[in-house]
């Protein structure tokens, strides 16, 4: 079933169309990547469709429905989330904190509810910090956990939004191997357990290829190709401008 659809979505910037009339699927379930050199428009397709961006043309449906007009903070209510930087969000917050912070403000408790939100929220709290293992850096400062930690951190807190669509956008940016293989193998575990749908983009084809179930090609804006991992590898538009052979 399909989750979330552009249709002919574009972006511009001045003269530069860094989107360029891409009609997409995504479809319940999936783990899908999003490919292509840099500049092809990844991030700028990202943003439109979590309303960071407002589309030049085309429509963005999620469930069917028209939220092309709606703004970022009224489609992540919807289950539309992306990965924050909580680095540069709430550095001096612990773990335990930022992670509280984003249920307290998804579910909308206002701050006269906060001590009691505390011990309500407690247990879900350290439930999300189990599923990410993060349960004994609880109390750690955001800012004083490595960077694989901080990259699970944003993780925990998308999960404080409750998703049903989670945008990663290089999740494994500045990882060691090993840290990659994990967070990787974390975004597995969501998309089986929690039921959400991934949309994420990666440079490392490795990667790529060892977890999408759907992928999807840009290049200068425009989607070249669209289909499992095997189809897309076998097009020859995407070894000629891309993969150039290497995968
Ligand atoms: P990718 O994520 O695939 O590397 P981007 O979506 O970041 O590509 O960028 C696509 C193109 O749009 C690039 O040429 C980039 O310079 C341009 N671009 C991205 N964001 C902006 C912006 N806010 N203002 C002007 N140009 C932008
Ligand atoms: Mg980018």
Same mark, same amino acid.
Request: proline share 0%; aromatic share 10%.
């Given at each position: 079933m399909s989750l979330l659809k552009t249709q002919e979505i574009s972006k511009a910037f001045g003269k530069l169309l860094a989107v360029n009339r891409v009609t997409l699927d995504i479809r319940q379930g999936d783990i899908h990547a999003i490919i292509g050199p840099n500049g092809a428009? !990844?991030?700028t397709y990202f943003n439109l469709v979590t309303g960071y961006h407002r589309a030049t043309s085309g429509r963005v449906l999620y469930k069917e429905r028209d939220i092309t007009r709606l703004p970022a903070y009224r489609r992540c209510v919807q289950g539309i989330t992306r990965s924050f930087q909580i680095t540069s969000i709430y550095p001096k917050l612990t =773990?335990?904190?930022s992670v509280l912070m984003a249920l307290v403000c998804h579910r909308? =408790?206002? +701050?006269?509810f906060l001590s009691s939100a505390t011990g309500f929220f407690r247990e879900e709290v350290w439930r999300i910090l189990e599923e990410v293992g993060l349960a004994e850096q609880a109390h750690a400062q955001g800012d004083s956990i490595s960077h694989g930690d901080k990259k699970r951190l944003e993780l925990a807190i998308t999960l404080g939004t409750e998703p049903e669509l989670l945008l990663l956008d290089e999740p494994t940016c500045g990882m060691s191997p090993e840290e990659t293989e994990s967070t990787m193998s974390l975004v597995r575990k969501l998309c !089986?357990?929690? !039921? %959400?749908? %991934? +949309?994420?983009t990666e440079h490392d084809m490795a990667v790529v290829f060892g977890i999408a179930t759907r992928l999807s090609v840009l290049h200068q804006g425009r989607l070249i190709a669209d289909g499992t991992p095997e189809q897309v590898r076998a097009s020859e538009e995407v070894q000629k401008v891309y993969l150039g052979g290497a995968a």
């Open positions: 428009g !990844k991030s =773990v335990y904190e909308g =408790v206002s +701050l006269n !089986k357990d929690r !039921k %959400i749908t %991934i +949309l994420f």
